[in-house]
């Protein structure tokens, strides 16, 4: 299946284009969901330009596996749970206008920060600091455990829908439904060795950018003008401006970002060792599993990230399954981007 949505780049709910779906959430703009700039008394000073600007806080942690997580949690704390995940280079703050949204429709919303990110701390100094994919799934079904969570809907972007996916292929018996932008993004290292056109390989700079030493020094020096450049170049119509991105740039300031980022790039490659531990799952993940639990996959018409086209993983979802385009100008970003489109797909996705 395949539907399209035709949005502003940031509409909010009675946008007649989401139609029946979007009433679910209550047909009420929580404070947190108002634009940039309007007065709130929940929102926050942003990092600079005088601006206010809402912020997911207050943050809570708990010592979940190898971590101490950060992480802002909303809605009922008998709602169903819904995990909503980002990636790289951005923060919790994806989810600042989805988050209110499933709250107020009667969610126990969770947003974790991603080991590396934000508020999240690793437990020990000498646990090693490991980007690679299961890892981070590992980290999640962690935090679940943690906090009591039997089972959930799990979405995510980029880094966090990779993770979504594999927490659904491996562990579905813990999943209600999975929301993933850009679809099937699970992956092995044997395939990030087989070369590409030479305009796919252009479109992975970073990647090669990341496998140099030079590479290492110069994110870990220019993290915050390179994620800014990584945002312009995935989103080139998302007019985002200066606290917004500031807001997220915070999270870089994690002593264990730079070292996450780099071994994931470099493990994609085959350039760095990952755990033993994770080997199985690794080598059932190779094996591209499919994913039953059902699934909505979201694509902005405007991604400028690298992605596949939905035509490519459509049979990787053997169970009930929908693909939305949605259109406006929407990039990678998408759940910061069209936060009703994304809202609206996490309260359908159990009802394929």
């Known amino acids: 299946m395949s539907r399209s949505f035709n949005l502003p780049r940031r509409s909010f709910i009675g946008t007649a284009s989401i139609g029946v779906a979007i009433s679910q959430l209550g047909g009420i703009v929580p404070a947190l969901a108002q634009p940039a700039g ?43 749970p819904v995990i909503l995940l980002h990636g790289w280079p951005y923060d919790i703050h994806t989810y600042v206008d989805v988050a209110p949204l499933l709250a107020k429709a009667g969610y126990r919303v969770i947003v974790p920060h991603l080991r590396g990110y934000g508020t999240t701390r ?51 018996h813990r999943v209600n439904a999975l929301v993933s932008v850009s679809g ?22 970073y990647q090669y950018y990341f496998a140099t030493e030079r590479g290492r020094e110069g994110y870990d ?22 606290a917004t991105f500031e807001r997220s740039a915070l999270a870089f300031d994690n002593p264990d970002h730079v070292n996450i980022v780099i071994h994931n790039y470099r493990w994609r490659l085959g350039l760095a060792e990952g755990e033993a531990k994770y080997l199985d799952l690794e080598d059932r993940l190779a094996r591209g599993p499919a994913i039953t639990v059902p699934t909505i996959t979201l694509e902005g018409d405007a991604n400028g990230a690298p992605h596949p086209d939905a035509s490519t993983y459509a049979k990787r979802f053997s169970g009930p399954y929908a693909h939305r385009l949605i259109k406006g100008g929407i990039g990678h ?19 394929l």
């Open 122 to 172: 690793f437990l020990s100094s000498e646990t090693v600091r490991n980007g690679q994919q299961a890892a981070i799934a590992v980290d999640m079904l962690a935090l679940m455990d943690a906090l009591k969570i039997e089972k959930a809907i799990v979405a995510g972007c980029d880094w966090g829908a990779r993770t979504a996916c594999i927490m659904a292929a491996l562990w579905p």
């Open 38 to 80: 309007s007065s709130s008394s929940s929102e926050a000073a942003a990092p600079r330009g005088g601006a206010s600007l809402k912020r997911l806080e207050p943050l809570k942690n708990i010592d979940a596996g190898v971590l101490k997580v950060g992480y802002f949690e909303a809605g009922p704390a008998h709602g169903a």
């Open 221 to 242: 020096k220019n993290r915050k003008d390179f994620a800014k450049l990584i945002w312009q170049l995935a989103s080139p119509k998302w007019d985002f401006d200066a």
């Open 184 to 205: 099937y993004l699970i992956g092995s290292q044997a395939s990030g060795k087989i070369p590409l056109p030479p305009q796919a390989e252009l479109q992975w700079w």
């Open 333 to 351: 970003n998408l759940p910061q981007e069209a936060p009703d489109a994304f809202a609206s797909a996490v309260v359908d996705s159990v009802r």
